[in-house]
C-alpha cells in the first residue's frame, strides 16, 4: 500500500504527456513509470555538478541565494555545519561521551566538537569541555554546551554506534564486543 501511494505520487508528479505510456503509445498505465524521470534528473544534475560548468552554475546559485537578505546568515551557517558534519575526515564529532544532562540523575549520549577554551575557560577556572548533545530520533537538532572536563566520562563505544543508538531512540544497541 504504501509503495503503492509512492509510485502513485511520483507519477502526479510527472506531468502526463512526459509519461513513457504517452510517449510509446502504451494503452496501459506502468505504476510508478515516471520513477525513470525522477533518476533521470537525478543522474543528470549530478553529472552537471561533478564538472566545470557545473560547478560555476553552482557557484552562481550560491552567489545568488548569499544576495537575500536574512537568508545569507542562515544559508552560510547550515553550509558550514553541513561541510563539517558530513566532511570525509570525519573530525566533526571525536569521542562518544556520558554526561549528566539535563540534570543530575539524568544521563546522555553527547559528542565532543571543536577544542575553543579561550575566555569560557578563564572565567569558569576549570577545564573545559566542547560538546554536542543531539535530541531523538533526529540529532541534526540539538545542544552546544561547554561542561568541566571532570564532569565527562569517555564511552568506549565508536561514534557511529553511538549515533546508532540516539537515532534509534535506544532500540539499536552498539555492539557489545568492546
Not at 577544542?115 to 566542547?130: D, L, P, R
Request: aromatic letters at 10%; proline letters at 7%; glycine letters at 8%.
Amino acid at each position: 500500500m504504501v509503495i503503492s501511494f509512492f509510485l502513485e505520487l511520483v507519477n502526479n508528479i510527472v506531468p502526463p504527456q512526459y509519461l513513457p505510456e504517452a510517449l510509446f503509445n502504451l494503452d496501459k498505465t506502468i505504476p510508478g513509470s515516471g520513477i525513470i524521470w525522477v533518476i533521470l534528473i537525478m543522474l543528470v544534475t549530478g553529472a552537471l555538478v561533478n564538472n566545470f560548468i557545473g560547478r560555476k552554475l553552482l557557484q552562481l546559485w550560491e552567489k545568488l541565494l548569499n544576495k537575500i537578505p536574512g537568508f545569507r546568515g542562515i544559508y552560510n551557517a547550515l553550509k558550514k555545519l553541513s561541510d563539517t558534519v558530513l566532511s570525509p575526515s570525519g573530525e566533526s564529532f571525536k569521542k562518544a561521551l556520558l554526561v549528566e544532562y539535563p540534570r543530575k540523575g539524568m544521563w546522555t549520549i553527547a559528542f565532543q566538537t571543536g577544542s575553543y577554551h579561550g575566555e569560557v575557560e578563564k572565567i569558569i577556572g576549570e577545564k573545559i569541555i566542547n560538546l554536542y548533545v543531539p535530541t531523538t530520533p533526529n540529532p541534526t537538532s540539538g545542544f552546544f554546551i561547554m561542561m568541566p572536563k571532570k564532569d565527562v566520562i569517555e564511552l568506549k563505544m565508536s561514534v557511529d554506534d553511538a549515533f546508532k543508538l540516539v537515532i534509534s531512540t535506544g532500540v539499536v544497541a552498539p555492539d557489545q564486543g568492546t
